[in-house]
């Protein structure tokens, strides 16, 4: 009786030992590891780095440099060091395509470089960069929502007959899709005159239907979570395409959707105007091709 007492104490002992040698080990992260970018900074002269998309979030790893992203553009993003000789540092930028770019930074009193190109730079080296996920994307990936708008756009299907026109430019919204809980909405802008158009800005309003004069008529603003491209000027006789994604929702019969197109320093303002109905025929994106 005391053998086995032993023996079960002894088999108890070694269990007990290999689990405290398994949970002192190591996860070895190597393998999933950022391969940063190495960028050398100045104090004397500003270096530029275009990215391939809009710049959501920069997070400096030392107050020895500075960054600003560009007044003008969406996509620069200008740094210089504070002082000279600074110690090696880094930086992480995210960009609205949901991209998560990785840089070494070290001081060079003249850098080789000034200005990097990293649009130009992925298409050379088809370097594939890690990425992230936004909330207001839900579920959907950065990169399968652009994916997704380009394929609206190369398919180029007219489902809805939601169109303006004044002075020679023309506004269609040409088709409505769903996906993941997100409304698409295809639109095109074609210039027939001789001036080019150039756009101020692009609104989403659901308004209530007029019904009395005495009616208190209420308005509320959508704004689009994502932009496949920026409209800004349609050449003359030309035609742009733009998918705008908003969050999913839905009118009733005593509400209108109104997408209003607002011309800088112009009067040729477009408005279209999507019912219930419209809304509720919205098709699936799963029929589109996507391709990358």
């Known amino acids: ?22 949970n002192n080990k ?23 780095i ?8 920069v997070d400096l790893g030392s107050n020895e440099i500075i960054a600003n992203k560009v007044e003008a553009t969406s996509n620069v993003l200008r740094l210089k060091t504070v002082k000279e000789a600074i110690s090696s540092t880094n930086f992480t930028v995210i960009t609205n395509d949901g991209k998560y770019y990785s840089f070494n930074a070290s001081y060079n009193e003249e850098p080789m470089l000034l200005s990097y190109d990293l649009t130009k730079f992925e298409k050379q080296n088809s370097k594939q960069q890690s990425e992230v996920l936004f909330k207001d994307l839900g579920k959907t990936a950065p990169s399968l929502a652009y994916l997704l708008m ?13 169109k303006s026109k004044t002075y020679g430019v023309e506004a269609r919204l040409k088709s409505i899709y769903t996906q993941d809980g997100k409304l698409y909405f295809h639109i095109s802008i074609t210039n027939k005159s001789n001036l080019p158009y150039e756009v101020e800005y692009i609104s989403f309003k659901i308004k209530d239907r007029r019904t009395s004069k005495r009616t208190t008529i209420q308005e509320v603003s959508l704004k689009p979570i994502r932009i496949y491209s920026d409209f800004q000027t349609i050449s003359s006789h ?5 998918v705008f994604m908003l969050d999913q929702f839905t009118l009733s019969d005593k509400q209108v959707l109104l997408i209003e197109i607002k011309e800088k320093s112009g009067v040729r303002n477009q408005l279209l105007k999507a019912k219930s109905s ?13 391709k990358h």
């Not at 190591?26 to 530029?48: D, F, G, M, R």
């Not at 380009?150 to 939601?162: G, Q």
């Not at 030309?238 to 733009?242: E, M």
């Open 26 to 48: 190591s996860i070895n992260l190597s393998n999933a590891e950022v391969t940063p970018y190495k960028i050398e900074l100045t104090q004397n002269k500003t270096t530029h």
């Open 1 to 22: 009786m005391k053998t086995i007492i032993k023996y079960m104490l002894l088999c108890l002992l070694t269990v007990n030992t290999v689990n405290a040698q398994e």
């Open 278 to 290: 419209d809304i509720l025929k919205s098709k699936q994106i799963k029929n589109l091709s996507i």
């Open 50 to 57: 275009l990215f391939p998309s809009s710049i959501e979030y």
């Open 150 to 162: 380009k394929a609206i756009i190369k398919k180029n299907k007219k489902e809805l007959n939601i």
């Open 238 to 242: 030309s035609k742009q395409d733009n």
